[in-house]
């Protein structure tokens, strides 16, 4: 519950690279888990994400992220159905990773590995 009445409260994660690496970064993050980015301006980004595959309606979820000089504010809103437990805890992982390549002196993204990896080699 406490995840839905704080979706719309802007997150802060702190870092010590230059805003346009920062904002390199995070653009990558998103192309490489497949995100639909869209509204990429200088101060803000929209990382859109297909909630499932298999349901008809244009289900999404969004992370907003806004840059300022040393720090990045996001949130993550879901359109469609409003109780979806994956989703809800979806913008820590979110943070984590997000954390993750903000701090990274060498930038090296990886893919997640996901159940089927396992099976199938990677296509990309």
Same mark, same amino acid.
């Given at each position: 519950?406490?995840?839905?009445?704080t979706?719309r =409260?802007?997150?802060?994660?702190?870092?010590?690279?230059?805003k346009?690496?920062?904002?390199?970064?995070?653009?990558?993050?998103?192309?490489?888990?497949?995100?639909?980015? %869209?509204?990429? %301006? %200088?101060?803000?980004?929209?990382?859109?994400?297909?909630? /499932? /595959?298999?349901? %008809?309606s244009?289900?999404?979820?969004? #992370?907003?992220?806004?840059f300022?000089?040393? /720090?990045?504010?996001? #949130?993550l809103?879901q359109?469609?159905r409003r109780?979806?437990?994956?989703v809800?805890?979806?913008?820590y992982?979110?943070?984590?990773?997000?954390?993750?390549?903000?701090s990274? #002196?060498?930038?090296?993204?990886?893919?997640?590995?996901?159940?089927?990896?396992?099976y199938? =080699?990677?296509?990309s």
């Open positions: 519950m406490y995840c839905k009445f979706e =409260n802007l997150k802060e994660i702190k870092f010590n690279i230059h346009e690496e920062a904002k390199r970064r995070i653009l990558e993050y998103g192309k490489k888990h497949h995100f639909r980015i %869209s509204k990429i %301006s %200088s101060n803000l980004i929209f990382l859109n994400e297909p909630i /499932s /595959s298999l349901s %008809s244009d289900e999404e979820k969004t #992370t907003i992220v806004f300022k000089d040393q /720090s990045v504010l996001y #949130t809103i359109n469609g109780m979806n437990a994956p809800l805890f979806s913008q992982f979110i943070r984590k990773d997000f954390k993750k390549i903000l990274q #002196t060498k930038f090296d993204l990886t893919r997640k590995k996901g159940y089927f990896d396992m199938f =080699n990677d296509l």
